[in-house]
């Protein structure tokens, strides 16, 4: 059964500042790692992703930064804004089945102004 | 592009009725879809797996006659919730992967709140 863990539970970070939420893992089938940014009442949305035949992926404010070796990856949130408040998942290919996932525990992410 | 919708958004039912939420792929084919359930704050635990054409695989531990999924088509997959009680009472989501396109990519529906008297 994969493992997910992730840190930290809930971040609060100023308007304007760096939100990093860190993601570890114990095995995967495939080189596949999500994010994913769900607001109250609403079903998850897909934020960033990476395939890791690179090590940072970005896309806007936010990026993913990966290192296989420790079987760690990251998600950062550049000039953080009041919108970001929301929870975020990482997720991981299920070694079983590459097709599911396996969620992390989420972080509560709130920017103040 | 993407877009998965779930129907109905909310839903209010008596004990030992029972519940069906529809969730469609509107602009792909979903090859196989995936039920989720999330209890407030909490993370999102994996109910069942179907692919269309076939019968639903589901996580240990959750009742296959209680949770019926039906995929009949490459857009629809259905959940139904049987003779609900209140501890059914829940968040439910389900996912869409596009299997044609060859990517791992899950896209989410907006989910259907649960609640049962």
């Known amino acids: 059964q994969q493992q997910v863990k992730q840190s930290p539970q809930s971040l609060i970070v100023q308007k304007g500042g760096i939100s990093i939420i860190n993601c570890a893992y114990e095995?995967?089938?495939?080189?596949?790692f999500p994010w994913y940014q769900q607001f109250p009442g609403k079903g998850p949305a897909l934020l960033i992703a990476?395939?890791?035949?690179?090590s940072e992926k970005k896309e806007g404010r936010f990026t993913i930064s990966f290192n296989k070796s420790a079987k760690q990856f990251s998600l950062h949130i550049m000039d953080s804004q009041p919108g970001d408040s929301a929870t975020y998942f990482c997720a991981v290919p299920n070694t079983g089945t590459a097709s599911k996932l396996t969620f992390g525990t989420g972080t509560r992410l709130q920017v103040t102004l | 592009g993407a877009v998965v919708s779930q129907h109905p958004s909310r839903v209010i039912c008596k004990s030992g009725t029972s519940v069906k939420i529809e969730c469609r792929s509107l602009?792909?084919?979903?090859?196989?879809m995936f039920w989720y359930r999330q209890f407030p704050k909490q993370s999102l635990m994996l109910m069942a797996t179907s692919n269309e054409g076939s019968k639903a695989t589901y996580e240990q531990g959750v009742e296959k006659d209680k949770f019926l999924i039906n995929h009949a088509s490459l857009t629809l997959s259905t959940l139904t919730v049987t003779s609900a009680h209140p501890e059914d009472s829940s968040f439910y989501i389900c996912?869409?992967?596009?299997?044609?396109?060859?990517?791992?990519?899950?896209?989410f529906g907006p989910g259907t709140r649960l609640t049962v008297t």
């Open positions: 996912s869409a992967r596009d299997g044609l396109s060859g990517g791992f990519e899950q896209y």
């Open positions: 990476i395939r890791p035949d690179v």
């Open positions: 602009d792909f084919q979903a090859t196989t």
């Open positions: 095995n995967t089938a495939f080189d596949y």
